[in-house]
């Protein structure tokens, strides 16, 4: 057949003159030039990619999932190719469970003292219209990262969550998380278990602007030796700043 080359497992059937069905190669749906992209994206796979074996599906999520306690989303899956459809059949087989939040987690896997944080993190990345650009951007932050630092008697009773300014939520909200809205620099990120958290300083400092759980950042302040001197009297000195000046620190920093 003239025309170019189709990618693996791309075909079409079509009717003979003498009735019968013949496989053939159908024109490529991404243009003369497919082959030259370097890395398309996920949702530029061909067709034929859903015809991955079992195998290699379960090896390419589950090298997502182990570090992530288990879960990931469906979001990650296409970005390393796997379509929702193969998370489907994984969960209607019993390998996956799949949450009422669109959360995906290897069944066999146990139970964690951070598996609700983990379903938060990859909660903002399950809508269908998610990005891979936006993967990652969910950071713990407030009461949520102050209890993670481990440096205060803090038990808070909702997760918080940062998002960039821009990323747009589409979805109600789950009761149990508090979104916070900011541009958090590189340097203001941290891993506690695998997790994406605020270093204790932007923590504490969100919390003095937030105006929100005093009586800890007070208790980490006096007691972790994790902040330098400098760091320590700088929040200490915004403790007793005025609110209205807070919230003009609030625009600057955010």
Same mark, same amino acid.
Request: charged share 25%; aromatic share 6%.
């Given at each position: 057949?003239?025309?170019?080359?189709?990618?693996?497992?791309?075909?079409?059937?079509?009717?003979?003159?003498?009735?019968?069905?013949?496989?053939?190669?159908?024109?490529?749906?991404?243009?003369?030039?497919?082959?030259?992209?370097?890395?398309?994206?996920?949702?530029?796979?061909?067709?034929?990619?859903?015809?991955?074996?079992?195998?290699?599906?379960?090896?390419?999520?589950?090298?997502?999932?182990?570090?992530?306690?288990?879960?990931?989303?469906?979001?990650?899956?296409?970005?390393?190719?796997?379509?929702?459809?193969?998370?489907?059949?994984?969960?209607?087989?019993?390998?996956?469970?799949?949450?009422?939040?669109?959360?995906?987690?290897?069944?066999?896997?146990?139970?964690?003292?951070?598996?609700?944080?983990?379903?938060?993190?990859?909660?903002?990345?399950?809508?269908?219209?998610?990005?891979? %650009?936006?993967?990652?951007?969910?950071?713990?932050?407030?009461?949520?990262?102050?209890?993670?630092?481990?440096?205060?008697?803090?038990?808070?009773?909702?997760?918080?969550?940062?998002?960039?300014?821009?990323?747009?939520?589409?979805?109600?909200?789950? %009761?149990?998380?508090?979104?916070?809205?900011?541009?958090?620099?590189?340097?203001?990120?941290?891993?506690?278990?695998?997790?994406?958290?605020?270093?204790?300083?932007?923590?504490?400092?969100?919390?003095?602007?937030?105006?929100?759980?005093?009586?800890?950042?007070?208790?980490?302040?006096?007691?972790?030796?994790?902040?330098?001197?400098?760091?320590?009297?700088?929040?200490?000195?915004?403790?007793?700043?005025?609110?209205?000046?807070?919230?003009?620190?609030?625009?600057?920093?955010?």
């Amino acid at each position: 057949m003239n025309g170019d080359p189709l990618p693996p497992g791309c075909t079409t059937q079509v009717r003979t003159a003498g009735s019968r069905l013949k496989k053939r190669q159908s024109r490529p749906i991404f243009g003369p030039d497919w082959h030259l992209l370097a890395n398309p994206a996920p949702f530029l796979y061909p067709i034929g990619m859903a015809t991955l074996s079992r195998a290699t599906v379960l090896e390419e999520i589950g090298q997502i999932a182990s570090l992530q306690e288990g879960f990931l989303s469906a979001a990650q899956a296409q970005q390393v190719g796997i379509p929702r459809k193969r998370l489907a059949r994984l969960v209607a087989s019993g390998i996956l469970e799949r949450d009422e939040r669109g959360i995906y987690r290897f069944a066999s896997y146990p139970d964690t003292e951070h598996a609700e944080l983990w379903r938060a993190v990859l909660w903002p990345t399950v809508e269908r219209s998610t990005k891979m %650009s936006a993967l990652g951007k969910a950071v713990l932050s407030h009461g949520t990262a102050l209890d993670l630092w481990n440096v205060s008697t803090i038990n808070p009773a909702t997760i918080d969550i940062t998002l960039p300014k821009s990323y747009r939520l589409r979805r109600t909200v789950p %009761s149990i998380y508090r979104i916070h809205r900011a541009d958090l620099a590189d340097n203001e990120i941290t891993f506690i278990g695998g997790l994406p958290v605020t270093t204790l300083y932007r923590t504490l400092l969100d919390l003095i602007i937030d105006a929100r759980d005093q009586q800890f950042v007070d208790e980490a302040l006096n007691n972790t030796a994790m902040l330098s001197e400098s760091d320590r009297a700088q929040l200490k000195a915004l403790r007793i700043v005025e609110p209205s000046r807070l919230k003009a620190i609030s625009r600057r920093i955010s």
